[in-house]
Nanobody, 118 residues
Framework: QVQLVESGGGLVQAGGSLRLSCATS????????MGWYRQAPGKQRELVAS???????NYADSVKGRFTISRDNGKNTMYLQMNSLEPEDTAVYYC????????????WGQGTQVTVSS
């Protein structure tokens, strides 16, 4: 089992920055893929950014150049640095962990609200 606890959401003006954190209950480099997803009202949940245990990063086109995903192995924590925020970034952001055992196991955090005002 992997427990994920997000923090760092809040209200920010357009053009501002926020950093989200996701603390894991297990050694982070044992998790095959970690990622951030978001879900805006009335929309499907979408992938924002992902980071593999090998260090490969992937970003949604809408956040490339503005968001950066990273991790601190010593703190077992993943981050999402969000710069140049836009009102369209308003959503609940979820931390996700995918761990391969006999099958792929999917774990989710509780979500943190990010609201960007214009």
């Amino acid at each position: 089992q992997v427990q994920l606890v997000e923090s760092g959401g809040g209200l920010v003006q357009a053009g501002g920055s926020l950093r989200l954190s996701c603390a894991t209950s297990v050694t982070i480099f044992t998790i095959n893929v970690m990622g951030w997803y978001r879900q805006a009202p009335g929309k499907q949940r979408e992938l924002v950014a992902s980071l593999t245990s090998g260090g490969s990063r992937n970003y949604a086109d809408s956040v490339k150049g503005r968001f950066t995903i990273s991790r601190d192995n010593g703190k077992n924590t993943m981050y999402l640095q969000m710069n140049s925020l836009e009102p369209e970034d308003t959503a609940v952001y979820y931390c996700n962990a995918k761990k391969l055992g006999n099958f792929w196991d999917d774990y989710w955090g509780q979500g943190t609200q990010v609201t960007v005002s214009s």
